[in-house]
C-alpha cells in the first residue's frame, strides 16, 4: 500500500510519496536514526505536489483552519488533484499520513480518503521538515525562514487578539490582588492598634473597626489634647455621639503612656497607610463588581460578583471554566480533599468554592450536598451563556437565581418548583424585552429634533402625537353622540307624524259612521 504524507509548511502544502520503507527500517526507532541522513531519506521519501499560498494572509488563514483541526477548499482541491481518486466501492490502495488526527478524520469524512496519525508517520513528517528546503528546489536561502518567523507572529497575534471590554485575565488579577489587600490590610490594622494602645488603650473596645481605629487614632493624636470642645468633630468621624462621649472620658482616665514627638508622628503616617490601603482595597472592590458585570454578568448575578471571580481565577479562565463539566465545578478548589479521600478511600468532598455562596449556607445539612450539585449545574449553564454569548445580559442570571430560591423553598416547604423549558422561555421573552427597551432608549438619545429654540426629542414628539389622538378622538367622539342624537330626534319626529297621521284617519272613520247612524 502506497502511503502519502501532507506537510503544511509556512509558504505551502505540500505532498510527499513514501515507498521502498524497507531501506530506512519499519520502526520508529529505525526511522528516527535514518531521517538524519539525506541521501538515504531522499531515496525513499520524494515530492510529489507543492501548492504554495498566495499571500500572508492566506497562510494565516490556512494555519488557523489546520490547527483548528478543519479542511479548507484550497486543501481539498491540492489532495484530489495529485491523490489517486477514491472509487466508492473499492477500499483504496492507499493512506495519506498527517501530523494531527483530528484534521485526517475531517478529511476521511469529507473525502472519504483514508488517513493515519502515528509515531512512524510523526518521525517521517520530521525528516520531512528537517530537508525540506532541499526537496524544494526553488527557494533561496533564508526565504523559509523569514516565512516561518512571518507566519508565526501573524498567528500568535492573531490568538492574543480578544475583545477589549471582556478580558477575564483583569479578574483573575483583580481577585488576588483582593485578597492579598485583605491579608495585608488586616496585618497592617492589627499592629497599628497594638502599637497605637501603648499610648490610648482604651480605645480598642469603643472601636472595633480597623478602618474607622485607624481614623480616630489620627484625629486624635495626643489623647492628652482630647477635650468636650472636639465632640462635634469626633462625632462627625465615629458616626455616633455616645461613642464620642466615651472616648473622651475613656481619654480622661487613660492609662497609657506618653509618647514623644517623633513616635507620634510614625504612628500617624502608619495610620494614614493602613487608611489609604483600606481605600484602595475598597476601590479594587468596586472595580471587580464592575469587570465581572462586563465579563460574566450572568455568574455574577447568580452566584455573587467574588465567588464567580474565584472561580475564574481556580479555572484559569472563562473559556476553561465554561469547559468544566458541573461535577467539576462542584467541587473545584476541593483537589486536596478530592485525592485525600481517594487515596484512603473515603467520602469525596460535595463542594469546594462555591460553599461561600449564600445558598449553600441557607440549605439544612441534609441538603448542603443537593443544593451544591444543583448550583454547580446552573454556575454551569451560566458560565456558557457568559462565555458564548455575543451580546451580555444578566437576564438568564437571574432567573437561573430564581430557580435556585425555588429549589431552596421545594428543599424547606416542598414548592415544586418551575421547569427549565419554561424559565428559559421567560428568558427569552424577558431579554427581548430588554433589548427592545434599549434600542428605543438608544433612538431617543440619538434621533434629537432641532428647533429654533432648542432640541426636542422624540419621546417628547411621541407624547403630543398621542394628546392629539386623544383630542381627535374626544372630538370623533362628540360629534358621534351629535349624530346620534340627531338620528333620534328624526326617529321621534317621524314617530310623531305617523301617530297624527293615524290618529286623523281613525277620527274620519268615525265622523263615516256617525253620519250613516243619522241617515
Not at 108 to 116: A, G, N, Y
Not at 119 to 137: A, Y
Not at 195 to 200: D, E, G, K, L, V
Not at 423 to 429: G, Y
Request: aromatic share 6%; hydrophobic share 35%; charged share 30%.
Amino acid at each position: 500500500m502506497a502511503l502519502y504524507m501532507l506537510y503544511e509548511a509556512a509558504s505551502g502544502y505540500s505532498l510527499f510519496l513514501a515507498h521502498g520503507l524497507d531501506e530506512i527500517g519499519q520502526n520508529t526507532e529505525a526511522v528516527r536514526g535514518s531521517v538524519s541522513d539525506m541521501n538515504r531519506f531522499g531515496k525513499v521519501v520524494q515530492l510529489v505536489a507543492f501548492h504554495p499560498f498566495e499571500s500572508a494572509l492566506d497562510a494565516l488563514n490556512q494555519c488557523n483552519s489546520v490547527s483548528e483541526g478543519a479542511m479548507t477548499d484550497e486543501l481539498r482541491n491540492f489532495l484530489e488533484l495529485n491523490l489517486p481518486k477514491v472509487k466508492g466501492v473499492k477500499k483504496p490502495k492507499f493512506s495519506l499520513g498527517v501530523s494531527d488526527h483530528k484534521i485526517g478524520s475531517h478529511i476521511f469524512e469529507v473525502t472519504k480518503i483514508p488517513c493515519e496519525s502515528n509515531e512512524f508517520i510523526h518521525e517521517l513528517l520530521r525528516g520531512v521538515r528537517l530537508h525540506f528546503d532541499r526537496f524544494i528546489k526553488d527557494l533561496k536561502p533564508g526565504d523559509l525562514e523569514k516565512a516561518q518567523l512571518g507566519l508565526g507572529h501573524s498567528y500568535s497575534r492573531a490568538k492574543v487578539k480578544f475583545n477589549v471590554n471582556r478580558v477575564d485575565n483583569m479578574v483573575i488579577q483583580a481577585i488576588s490582588l483582593l485578597d492579598t489587600l485583605d491579608k495585608d490590610v488586616n496585618s497592617f490594622s492589627m499592629r497599628f492598634r497594638e502599637w497605637y494602645s501603648w499610648h490610648f488603650p482604651e480605645l480598642v473596645k469603643i472601636v472595633n473597626d480597623n478602618y474607622l481605629f485607624a481614623k480616630v487614632a489620627k484625629f486624635i493624636e495626643d489623647k492628652s489634647k482630647l477635650s468636650e470642645d472636639n465632640l462635634p468633630e469626633l462625632t462627625e468621624v465615629l458616626g455616633d455621639e455616645d461613642k464620642a462621649k466615651e472616648v473622651i472620658e475613656a481619654a480622661k482616665a487613660s492609662m497609657g503612656q506618653d509618647l514623644n514627638p517623633v513616635d507620634m508622628i510614625n504612628i500617624q503616617m502608619f495610620a494614614q497607610r493602613v487608611m489609604e490601603l483600606a481605600e484602595y482595597r475598597k476601590n479594587i472592590h468596586e472595580y471587580l463588581i464592575e469587570k465581572m458585570n462586563g465579563i460574566a454578568p450572568n455568574l455574577a448575578a447568580l452566584i455573587g460578583e467574588i465567588v464567580g471571580a474565584r472561580l475564574i481565577s481556580h479555572a484559569g479562565s472563562l473559556t476553561n471554566l465554561a469547559k468544566c463539566p458541573s461535577s467539576t465545578l462542584q467541587i473545584l478548589g476541593a483537589e486536596k480533599a478530592l485525592f485525600r479521600a481517594l487515596k484512603t478511600r473515603g467520602n469525596t468532598p460535595k463542594y469546594g468554592l462555591i460553599f461561600h455562596s449564600s445558598f449553600i449556607g441557607r440549605a439544612s445539612a441534609r441538603n448542603k450536598g443537593r443544593m451544591a450539585r444543583y448550583l454547580a449545574n446552573k454556575c454551569s449553564i451560566a458560565t456558557r451563556i457568559d462565555c458564548f454569548a455575543e451580546n451580555g445580559t444578566n437576564v438568564f442570571g437571574e432567573k437561573l437565581r430564581e430557580q435556585v430560591e425555588e429549589r431552596l423553598d421545594f428543599y424547606d416547604k416542598g414548592v415544586a418548583p418551575r421547569k427549565n423549558i419554561d424559565v428559559m422561555k421567560s428568558a427569552m421573552k424577558s431579554k427581548k424585552k430588554k433589548s427592545k427597551s434599549e434600542a428605543a432608549e438608544e433612538e431617543d438619545k440619538s434621533t434629537v429634533t432641532t428647533n429654533g429654540d432648542g432640541a426636542e426629542p422624540k419621546s417628547e414628539k411621541k407624547k403630543k402625537k398621542k394628546e392629539k389622538r386623544k383630542l381627535d378622538d374626544d372630538s370623533n367622539g362628540v360629534a358621534a353622540i351629535e349624530v346620534e342624537e340627531d338620528v333620534a330626534e328624526k326617529k321621534k319626529k317621524k314617530k310623531s307624524k305617523t301617530e297624527s297621521v293615524d290618529g286623523g284617519e281613525a277620527d274620519g272613520e268615525v265622523k263615516k259612521k256617525k253620519k250613516k247612524n243619522k241617515d
